[in-house]
């Protein structure tokens, strides 16, 4: 099973709401990400967590709030979002510590999130 | 810092050869990938280059120069289905932070 699933596919939210994303994968991969994409940009790394551990964040504003319950499964909480937080959040995971020959990430395909 | 430099869009024929160019330079390095990423889909693996020389895979080859801070992806026999974003990532000497250049369109014309 190489499938990264997320969960909800769309959603959309107001600005007052709080919602999360959910993340899950069953490769025994031990590092999970969140990225962020707009269109026609590259994604942009949020947050990285290893062995269920948050090892890298890149300033990303308090209300997004990452949770990693266990090695399988990753969530982001969301609250008080602006209209500019709108986009394609992805979530991938790979192995770690890195092996070769290659230890590339699987991306989910993504929640596409409107706030309004 | 990470900094990665990639042609913004490029255009080619079904059935010719592309080269798609990638600088960087970065504090750190463990490897370089190469994603491909269909409009509005998440991005998938290509290749992996971490040791300098040509890695191929079918239809898609990529190469590497440490010393240059360069990378190439070649893909040859063109298809439609090859009009895509095509972006270079860089990881680095943790293997953790994935550096994400800023992607090339391509388009693929009859």
């Known amino acids: 099973d190489t499938e990264v699933t997320q969960t909800p596919k769309h959603l959309v939210m107001g600005m007052t709401n709080k919602k999360s994303l959910k993340c899950e994968q069953h490769?025994?991969?031990?590092?999970m990400y969140w990225y962020k994409q707009k269109a026609k940009k590259p994604p942009e790394l949020m947050f990285v967590?290893?062995?269920?551990?948050?090892?890298i964040n890149e300033s990303v504003p308090s209300r997004f709030s990452p949770e990693c319950p266990n090695s399988s499964l990753l969530n982001l909480h969301l609250h008080a979002l602006q209209p500019e937080d709108s986009a394609l959040y992805l979530c991938?995971?790979?192995?770690?510590?890195?092996?070769?020959?290659?230890?590339?990430?699987?991306f989910g395909p993504g929640t596409r999130l409107t706030v309004t | 810092g990470q900094n990665i430099d990639q042609p913004t869009e490029m255009t080619a024929t079904e059935g010719a050869i592309v080269q798609i160019n990638c600088t960087y330079q970065t504090s750190g390095f463990n490897g370089l990938f190469w994603y491909q990423q269909h409009a509005g889909e998440a991005p998938t693996f290509l290749s992996y280059?971490?040791?300098?020389g040509l890695e191929e895979k079918g239809r898609f080859s990529s190469f590497l120069s440490r010393s240059k801070g360069y990378s190439y992806l070649l893909l040859k026999e063109l298809q439609m289905k090859d009009s895509a974003s095509y972006l270079c990532a860089v990881v680095d000497n943790y293997g953790q932070n994935f550096v994400f250049g800023p992607g090339t369109r391509l388009s693929v014309l009859p």
């Open positions: 967590y290893s062995y269920e551990k948050l090892s």
């Open positions: 280059n971490v040791l300098d």
């Open positions: 490769m025994g991969h031990r590092a």
């Open positions: 991938a995971s790979s192995q770690y510590p890195p092996t070769d020959p290659s230890y590339e990430q699987y």
